[in-house]
């Protein structure tokens, strides 16, 4: 059930977003009036498709939609879908325009500015869905986060081999100067820094960072959880230690016989000691008490714990735009600093590069409405970067050559560009299969 459940959302999620995309392309090219021949969502290989406005059933009842100008509808493959327009080389491949000579409606008669906002459409349009994603999100419930501020780091082994130590604060990577506790290890990687400025112990110290060690920060999560102190906040009335002794505000700093700071630390010695009562060293006030509390079958104390306070930024439906707008920005921002890594194969970051497989794991096992809209602003700006990337095939791709013709003065040909659409597509084939080998890696080494 909960695999179905994440496949729903991630198939929802795709789908909003390709029609979103392709409609930004769609809009500019009927606003200067270039024929627009089909609308589909995925693709309809070898003319497979599941629904039509032009033929089969769908025609027969909306016989209006037959007639007019685009067939809209949606094919067999979901890896994409496309906007095929008139007297332009694209993923179609289809090149039957190029026997006769340049229509007007058509995309090659058009004056070079009004193809690159045609071809820009799509990502403008992801843009804008984000901003308009994130905007509701913080119109609705605010922006929640974790103070770095307020929070100390518990390390993994990784984060201690580099030098970290559970209790510390990060002040900042370089210059840099994190905020949200959670995007900790992001901004460690994002920022290749060369120190961390930390807070240990009543003392700032730095740590220097050893560059060979970014892959397996890339690759290895939980480098820094919110170190929690093992501070009751209350005993509910069936808890096992309910006429212990304890009291709120006490804090357990010993469990038999091992120094306690964390409750990360006490979670191993509680297992081992489930079912049976356990010596606990006790801090209440300026006095350390000894008790013996009960541990029950699930390794547990049966306490409410003072958990780590949520900050959180509330805003009006006016103020939450302009801020809709830097989250977009600042996610584009991060999402490129990512890219650069991949790009860079020391890193290995590569090795993080995900297919839909990857991405149907981020959603939720339930439904949650905040978490489906963070993800689809989070892919819609990771769709719109990725396709502004110069690669032919891709829209950056045919940005770039029609910038290249808006300063030159030369057109590049027809077999020009059918010729880098078949590179392009090499280069996105190239990607794709890295992404699933990568997914297919991870699940065997789940095994």
């Not at 970051?349 to 963070?374: C, D, H, M, R, T």
């Not at 602003?377 to 990725?386: D, F, N, Q």
């Not at 770039?400 to 280069?427: C, H, N, W």
Request: one cysteine or more.
């Amino acid at each position: 059930m909960i695999a179905l459940i994440k496949a729903l959302q991630l198939i929802l999620a795709l789908s909003i977003l390709i029609v979103i995309h392709e409609l930004g392309h769609f809009t500019f090219a009927k606003l200067f009036g270039i024929k627009v021949d089909k609308f589909f969502l995925f693709f309809d290989v070898s003319g497979v498709k599941l629904l039509s406005t032009k033929t089969g059933w769908f025609s027969k009842l909306f016989p209006k939609l037959a007639e007019k100008e685009t067939e809209y509808g949606i094919g067999w493959l979901p890896l994409g879908g496309y906007c095929k327009i008139s007297g332009m080389v694209d993923e179609s491949m289809d090149t039957e325009f190029t026997k006769h000579e340049a229509q007007p409606w058509e995309f090659r008669s058009k004056p070079a500015w009004q193809r690159l906002l045609v071809m820009i459409g799509g990502v403008l349009f992801n843009f804008i869905l984000a901003i308009a994603v994130y905007s509701g999100i913080l119109a609705i419930w605010g922006q929640n986060y974790y103070s770095n501020e307020d929070n100390c780091i518990y390390v993994n082994d990784l984060a201690y081999d580099m030098g970290f130590r559970s209790g510390d604060r990060i002040l900042k990577f370089d210059d840099y100067v994190p905020e949200n506790f959670g995007m900790l290890q992001a901004d460690l990687a994002r920022q290749t820094a060369s120190k961390a400025t930390v807070l240990r112990d009543g003392d700032t110290l730095d740590i220097y960072i050893d560059h060979s060690l970014l892959p397996d920060v890339l690759n290895t999560p939980g480098m820094f959880d919110i170190a929690i102190p093992f501070v009751i906040s209350a005993l509910p009335e069936s808890s096992v230690n309910i006429g212990s002794g304890l009291k709120p505000g006490d804090r357990i700093v010993g469990l038999d016989g091992k120094d306690i700071r964390f409750v990360q630390d006490a979670r191993q010695i509680l297992r081992e000691n489930a079912s049976k009562s356990i010596a606990t060293s006790v801090v209440r006030d300026a006095d350390t008490l000894d008790m013996m509390l009960q541990v029950d079958s699930t390794g547990m104390l049966g306490v409410q714990l003072q958990m780590p306070r949520i900050r959180t930024k509330e805003y009006s439906v006016l103020a939450a735009i302009p801020a809709g707008f830097n989250m977009t920005f600042d996610t584009i921002g991060g999402y490129l600093k990512d890219l650069k890594l991949v790009a860079t194969p020391s890193t290995g970051a590569y090795k993080s590069v995900g297919s839909f497989i990857a991405i149907g794991q981020i959603f939720p096992s339930n439904w949650n409405w905040f978490e489906f809209l963070n993800i689809i602003a989070l892919l819609s700006i990771m769709l719109g970067v990725m396709n502004l990337l110069p690669i032919p095939a891709l829209d950056g791709g045919h940005v770039v050559f029609t910038l290249y013709e808006m300063i030159t003065g030369r057109k590049p040909s027809d077999k020009f560009m059918y010729a880098m659409q078949i590179v392009g597509m090499i280069l996105i084939f190239g990607l794709m299969f890295l992404a699933f080998g990568n997914d297919i890696a991870r699940l065997f080494r789940m095994f």
